[in-house]
T-cell receptor, first 111, second 112 residues
Framework: GQQLNQSPQSMFIQEGEDVSMNCTSSSIFNTWLWYKQDPGEGPVLLIALYKAGELTSNGRLTAQFGITRKDSFLNISASIPSDVGIYFCAGPPYNNNDMRFGAGTRLTVKP | DGGITQSPKYLFRKEGQNVTLSCEQN?????MYWYRQDPGQGLRLIYYSQIVNDFQKGDIAEGYSVSREKKESFPLTVTSAQKNPTAFYLC???????????FGDGTRLSIL
């Protein structure tokens, strides 16, 4: 099936720094979703994007739906310790009902 | 509060035993899903159901079974045929097949 390539796999940053991660695919997507998973819990939806070029914010988080519809980006500004976790991108490829998930970016924030 | 409830949080299985993981949602969602998550990996789809009394195999259905007798409930049985069942199991639901999924807090299954 269509694969989502998420990078980087892991990040170690200092508190206060900004973070960028991205997700790419060889297929076109109609929707891009970004989730965060805390240890031992289920993923929580952070941002949903529905239109190419769309830029949406949720507090310190900003996500963009790439113009080519084959990628998406998530930025976190001024990171804090509670940002620690795994961030997943997800979405249904065009003309396909299967939701695909990236392998995740594991974020560690040092105080 | 609306949400998805998975139980139990932790489950232990003996060799040759079947175990059932519970998933209940009160979001009035038509679609429900089961995923398996192994350490350091993403989510792999086991089974999904788009409507009551209907379900489809996902990418790794072997050794698992499900039922969808009620809209609110989508239990997953891990059978003895699943030789490597130790994992974190996540249940999710959505309004429809292409809509954002909402997850429960997971069940961690271990082998005794």
């Amino acid at each position: 099936g269509q694969q989502l390539n998420q990078s980087p796999q892991s990040m170690f940053i200092q508190e206060g720094e900004d973070v960028s991660m991205n997700c790419t695919s060889s297929s076109i997507f109609n929707t891009w979703l970004w989730y965060k998973q805390d240890p031992g819990e289920g993923p929580v939806l952070l941002i949903a994007l529905y239109k190419a070029g769309e830029l949406t914010s949720n507090g310190r988080l900003t996500a963009q739906f790439g113009i080519t519809r084959k990628d998406s980006f998530l930025n976190i500004s001024a990171s804090i310790p509670s940002d620690v976790g795994i961030y997943f991108c997800a979405g249904p490829p065009y003309n396909n009902n299967d939701m695909r998930f990236g392998a995740g970016t594991r974020l560690t924030v040092k105080p | 509060d609306g949400g998805i409830t998975q139980s139990p949080k932790y489950l232990f299985r003996k060799e040759g035993q079947n175990v059932t993981l519970s998933c209940e949602q009160n979001l009035n969602h038509d679609a429900m899903y089961w995923y398996r998550q192994d350490p350091g990996q993403g989510l792999r789809l086991i089974y999904y159901s788009q409507i009551v009394n209907d379900f489809q195999k996902g990418d790794i259905a072997e050794g698992y079974s499900v039922s969808r007798e009620k809209k609110e409930s989508f239990p997953l049985t891990v059978t003895s045929a699943q030789k490597n069942p130790t994992a974190f199991y996540l249940c999710a639901s959505s309004v429809g097949p292409n809509q954002p999924q909402h997850f429960g807090d997971g069940t961690r299954l271990s082998i005794l």
